[in-house]
């Protein structure tokens, strides 16, 4: 068997591995030996030699994301076992054997000591992201694994990594994606379908994994929605940046008088519209409008008992959040602005690069801003299917707070 290359970090700069962080930065390593490339298996050693752990090289300011603090070959029984821990996870949270429930995320990346690698859940269909070329290259184990785990009730893996894989080429700038070695594409690794439909916590919701946003669903929003259904009675709601309605139904489905559901896109709209059919209201309570969410809070003149936001990331690296947070200081101060007495506004932000104390801040500007008095109801977070290890805070992307507007 080929040796494992090795990387070596400076001296002094073993510690972050030692505490059990996943991430390895170009600037501390001191050397490579062995043909150490992109998306190779990589041992990470200090500088006295000392084994840290085990993980895919890459060729940007994050050279080596650790997947296992374990020497491991990483072979199919390694991958097998990794699907495996994640999956008891989710059976614990009963999300693996429910009529109620049946879409979750399976893994979530370095959660799940898996950094590059999401695969979602869907009522039979298993959509695969990788966000590295080491992570890419596994996808052959991990749709046998795949098979394994879930037997027959696997009907389809679905490859959906072009964009992520895209967007990783262009922050580096050795590894590029026009090599023909790494063209990547959408499509099917094992079986196929069309859309799919899902039940969460009772409600039905179509997803459209090929031509959706990320794989298709906002899972990660389950238990806030949860929240919006127990608020939304008797209340007139906006549902900005609705996507395909997912916290519109929920809010019908807990009373609210009326939805308006507002999104940039057509075809979020046209989802939308779907997925309130599906769960009965296709015919009143609810009201759709296709524009861009700035100039909707603008020209409205209309007061909601309770408003939703939950825009796209505002910020993808840290170079960029300080104009993200004057983008949240905004949009919530407009959003505040639209509120009754005594309503309340769900607001969050899935941008990594801002992170909770940050994003508190800005939605404190916005306050002060209108000059309302603002109260904190709940802090609010993603669902437990999509875990956060204990030593990589940034894997809590997703920040959200409602908050009640006198």
């Not at 990387?7 to 930065?25: D, L, Q, Y």
Request: a neutral charge.
């Amino acid at each position: 068997m080929d040796r494992i290359p090795m990387v070596i970090v400076k001296p002094g700069k073993e510690a972050a591995v030692i505490r059990r962080h996943p991430w390895i930065f170009s600037g501390a390593i001191d050397r490579k030996v062995g043909d150490v490339k992109e998306g190779c298996i990589v041992e990470v050693f200090s500088s006295d030699r000392k084994y840290l752990g085990t993980g895919h090289y890459l060729n940007g300011s994050i050279a080596v994301k650790v997947f296992s603090f374990l020497r491991t070959t990483a072979g199919y029984d390694f991958w097998l076992d990794r699907l495996r821990q994640a999956f008891e996870l989710r059976k614990k949270a009963d999300l693996t054997n429910s009529n109620y429930t049946n879409a979750y995320r399976l893994v979530f990346s370095e959660g799940d000591e898996s950094p590059g690698l999401i695969i979602d859940w869907y009522n039979g269909v298993a959509v695969i992201q990788t966000h590295s070329l080491g992570m890419h290259n596994v996808k052959p184990m991990l749709v046998e694994a795949l098979k394994e785990l879930y037997g027959e009730k696997l009907v389809a893996v679905y490859d959906k990594s072009a964009e992520t894989m895209a967007r990783s080429s262009q922050n580096n700038d050795r590894y590029q994606i026009s090599d023909v070695r790494y063209q990547i594409s959408d499509g099917f690794l094992y079986g196929s379908c069309d859309t799919v439909q899902i039940t969460e916590i009772g409600h039905t919701f179509k997803v459209d994994f090929v031509n959706g946003q990320k794989t298709g669903f906002f899972i990660d929003q389950r238990s806030n929605r949860m929240f919006a259904q127990f608020y939304a009675k008797n209340r007139k709601v906006l549902n900005a940046f609705c996507y395909s309605g997912a916290f519109s139904v929920y809010c019908l489905k807990g009373g609210a008088t009326h939805v308006q559901s507002v999104d940039s896109s057509k075809q979020a709209i046209e989802w939308t519209k779907e997925n309130l059919a599906l769960n009965g209201f296709e015919k009143s309570g609810h009201s759709e409008d296709v524009a861009e969410m700035k100039f909707f809070l603008k020209d409205a003149s209309e007061k909601y008992g309770m408003i939703i936001l939950d825009p796209p990331a505002f910020a993808k690296t840290h170079l960029v959040s300080n104009n993200a947070l004057h983008a949240y200081i905004q949009l919530n101060a407009s959003a505040i602005r639209h509120l009754e007495p005594g309503g309340l506004l769900f607001t969050f932000s899935c941008s990594q690069a801002v992170n909770r104390e940050m994003f508190r801040s800005a939605l404190q500007s916005a306050a002060i801003e209108t000059g309302r008095n603002v109260k904190i109801l709940h802090h609010l977070s993603q669902g437990p299917d999509h875990p956060v290890s204990i030593y990589h805070p940034e894997g809590e992307y997703l920040k959200g707070l409602i908050l009640e507007v006198d």
